[in-house]
């Protein structure tokens, strides 16, 4: 199963780099196209800083280099966790394969120009979600998929409320 895991980062990680190379060559950088009027349209922006923006003023010179470093240490145990869970298809190895595949694409754009490329925005009226990316978007539903295992799922070493009951 660990190539079916790995193979869902992959293609994360080639839909990411297609969506961003044509955003790059197609528009320039904060330029825009209306999808949904009022509502949603696709932009060409670029962010020095960490997720929703954070970070992306200070000026500070260890910024990048910190924000790799994380993302590194990140990615390091993402796989760890995705190679010891990948025996078989389950909502965890999906969700740490999304996650997986999101990391890297967005460390692929630090390192190679020290800010990654979002080109998705949602808006309404002057009030707007910041811009991302498919990276972004994986790596979120791939945390909402972990999250949902956790609370939903019960282990097996839980007795069931039947058992408990006799």
């Known amino acids: 199963m660990?190539?079916?895991?790995?193979?869902?980062?992959?293609?994360?990680l080639a839909l990411d780099r297609a969506t961003k190379w044509t955003i790059t060559h197609r528009l320039s950088l904060h330029d825009s196209i209306p999808v949904?009027?009022?509502?949603f349209r696709i932009i060409h922006a670029e962010n020095p800083g960490a997720a929703f923006g954070i970070f992306a003023d200070s000026p500070s010179e260890w910024k990048v280099g910190l924000l790799i470093a994380f993302s590194i240490v990140a990615l390091l145990i993402v796989s760890l966790l995705l190679w010891k869970n990948s025996h078989r298809m389950t909502t965890t190895g999906i969700g740490?394969?999304?996650i997986l595949g999101g990391a890297v694409g967005n460390l692929w754009?630090?390192?190679i120009s020290r800010r990654v490329v979002d080109f998705l925005l949602f808006y309404v009226g002057r009030h707007q979600w910041?811009?991302?990316?498919v990276a972004d978007s994986a790596i979120v539903v791939g945390a909402s998929l972990l999250v949902f295992e956790i609370i939903f799922t019960k282990s097996?070493?839980?007795?069931?409320v039947a058992s408990t009951e006799n």
């Open 2 to 12: 660990r190539k079916y895991h790995f193979l869902i980062a992959l293609s994360v």
């Open 36 to 39: 949904i009027p009022g509502f």
């Open 109 to 111: 754009d630090r390192l």
């Open 130 to 133: 910041p811009a991302f990316n």
């Open 156 to 160: 097996p070493s839980q007795p069931s």
């Open 96 to 98: 740490l394969s999304l």
